[in-house]
């Protein structure tokens, strides 16, 4: 079976469905594939995002895909220093939502439907050819083989994108760069505030954080990422630990296992070529600091829906008509992920006693928001040593 479009999604996370919602929505034909018989599942993530993010991209918070509002983070050290950051002492700019990824990503994925994407499930990209006036996708389609000819393919396939690569793009992630991740969803949780997100750092977690992302009144995401540049055990062997010594897991249980890679160096350079974009993990759109990366994921592919219909509509599909989507990006999410690479480098050289030192003089410090640019400058106010390494950052 052959199939022709103008623009053919590859992966319907949230970045591809955005992208193909946004695309049908600007006046393309367009196609979103998924290799999975369910989208969204199994999860890949803690689920955490800002709800003004959600907003800003015409995305109404629906009671159907939110767990948990969250209305603040606890920051906890080697030592257990708690710095609790929450709507009881601050202003937040915004509140937060825990995903049921699950439904969420389903609910992109009609929505791009309603906008008139074609979607395809349980189809399994296995090559790409470049042809004159575009790109022909090769796929199993539930044991068919089809072909998918496309003037541009946005590939939205996650870290290690195997269509970037197949079209001729450097697009993925250096092993150094690459967070090993493991996490449970648990019942049984004693929280101390189930309604704010947890942090640990230090030794617990080498090269990343441990979490501990509230679903409900005892249920969580309990999850961890680790550099393996920096630790010879398993992300889940550092994650057993931790739950096993925290008093607030020790009598969870498990009820489901996720593990992922989460690309934490920054976005790649090379996001477009000729006839062909690259969105959400695949590109890097993960913040290096925080690990985060739903609702940057969402607006790579907002951007990049809307300049494959302006391609289409313009009839060129250059890397040169495409490099609109470079400088969106670059220009709206990239501009600060320099600033979190480097400040993530710097957390990363301290030592326990070292981050026990900051989170001491972080709970003498008055906060009025939260967001990783206010904890660079925290982190500059506090420590000496941060003001050499991050003072010219901001």
């Not at 103008?6 to 992208?19: E, F, H, I, N, Y």
Request: aromatic share 6%; hydrophobic share 40%.
């Amino acid at each position: 079976m052959e199939y022709k479009t103008d623009v053919l999604v590859v992966g319907a996370g949230p970045s591809g469905s955005l992208a193909a919602r946004e695309a049908a929505l600007h006046g393309a034909e367009v196609i979103l594939i998924d290799l999975k018989s369910e989208i969204g599942s199994p999860k890949r993530c803690a689920e955490g995002v800002s709800k003004q993010g959600l907003i800003d991209l015409g995305i109404q918070p629906d009671p159907r895909w939110i767990a948990r509002k969250s209305n603040g983070v606890r920051l906890v050290s080697p030592d257990q220093t708690s710095v609790w950051l929450s709507e009881d002492t601050i202003d937040l700019p915004e509140s937060g939502y825990v995903l049921e990824r699950k439904v969420f990503d389903k609910h992109m994925a009609m929505d791009a439907a309603r906008a008139g994407a074609k979607i395809m499930i349980k189809t399994r990209a296995t090559s790409l050819e470049r042809v004159d006036d575009g790109i022909i996708v090769t796929a199993d389609k539930m044991g068919e083989e089809i072909k998918i000819h496309a003037h541009i393919v946005i590939a939205a396939d996650g870290p290690g994108s195997r269509i970037g690569r197949w079209a001729g793009l450097d697009c993925n992630t250096k092993f150094d760069n690459m967070e090993s991740c493991v996490q449970y969803e648990m019942a049984g949780l004693e929280m101390e505030n189930n309604n704010v997100i947890q942090l640990y750092f230090g030794s617990v977690a080498p090269g990343g954080y441990t979490w501990i992302f509230p679903k409900g009144e005892d249920i969580a995401n309990v999850g961890i990422g680790v550099l393996k540049t920096h630790t010879d055990k398993t992300a889940i062997e550092h994650l057993d630990e931790f739950i096993k010594n925290c008093p607030e897991t020790q009598h969870a249980q498990a009820v489901e296992i996720n593990v992922g890679g989460d690309p934490v160096g920054g976005l790649i350079k090379e996001r477009v070529g000729d006839n062909i974009l690259v969105v959400g993990d695949a590109a890097g759109f993960v913040n290096p600091l925080t690990g985060g990366g739903i609702n940057s994921a969402l607006e790579s592919g907002a951007y990049a829906g809307i300049v494959a219909a302006q391609a289409i509509t313009d009839k060129d599909y250059s890397k040169k008509n495409l490099k609109e989507y470079v400088k969106l990006t670059d220009e709206n999410i990239g501009e600060n992920y320099d600033k979190y690479k480097k400040a993530k480098e710097y957390l990363l050289s301290l030592d326990d006693d070292e981050l026990n030192k900051i989170a001491h003089e972080f709970v003498k410090v008055d906060v009025d928001e939260i967001s990783p640019r206010t904890l660079i400058k925290l982190l500059i106010k506090v420590s000496p040593k941060a003001l050499l390494k991050l003072g010219k950052l901001f």
